[in-house]
């Protein structure tokens, strides 16, 4: 499998990031780690393998992005405000730096923001709020309210931190939300997850606004790797990804 490792001066996050590119062709995907998590976690776990065959055939070529978790929603000593803020910023760098770096690579236009856990909040987020430059978000066993981080505060980048916020204001913005509707929009979860509850709240939120999606639920739990290992191959796609 051809791999490669990148590292560059993030302007919008003014650090080092470190990414992996997998694969020579086809749609971009764009893998969140886990909370916390490193951009080699997906290689480690085994998830690259899974998807030996949609990489080796040119149906997908996979970047593993780094987080900056523990600056944005794990650094508990800063406010909620600065977290979101933090957080807005490293949408900035994949949006301004990695999406064109990747564009540069490859210039298929089919593509899709995935991760488990909260690498699933960062693909949905991101894809809601940039529904112009993602044409699949496939989020896995992911939480998409982020209230519980915030303390009660509120703002503008709280706001377009929130996935469940961010559609129940939707119709505010007809021009986006028509955007949001032309999102292929993934979710599967296990019944028993503690984010159950929070997933089928936001597959309602998404209805109301006329958003179609798939919700799946799987069952048990199914938050560890061999369940996203079963989830990827279910949901990722294949040739038709192609463009």
Known sequence: MHREYHKWHSDSLGRDMELLVFGHN??????????????????????????????????????????????????????????????????????????????????????????????????????????????RALGMSGIYDISKWTDGQYDDAIHQSNP????????????????????????????DDPAYRVNANFSQVLWDRGVWHAFREWDGNAHDWPFWQEMILHYIGGPETRG
């Open 26 to 135: 086809g749609a971009r995907v764009f893998v969140f780690p886990t909370s916390m998590g490193r951009f080699y976690d997906w290689e480690n776990r085994e998830m690259l393998n899974v998807l030996n065959k949609h990489i080796e055939s040119g149906w997908l070529q996979v970047y593993c992005v780094d987080s900056v978790d523990t600056e944005s929603w794990y650094n508990y000593d800063a406010s909620p405000k600065y977290r979101a803020h933090r957080h807005l910023q490293y949408h900035s760098y994949i949006v301004d730096e990695v999406l064109p770096f990747s564009k540069q690579k490859n210039d298929n236009p089919f593509v899709i923001a995935t991760g488990a856990s909260f690498g699933a909040y960062h693909a949905v987020n991101i894809a809601l709020r940039y529904p112009e430059l993602f044409n």
């Open 164 to 191: 469940i916020e961010l559609v129940r204001c939707m119709n505010d913005c007809p021009q986006h939300l028509a955007k949001v509707k032309n999102l292929d929009i993934i979710f599967p979860i296990g019944r």
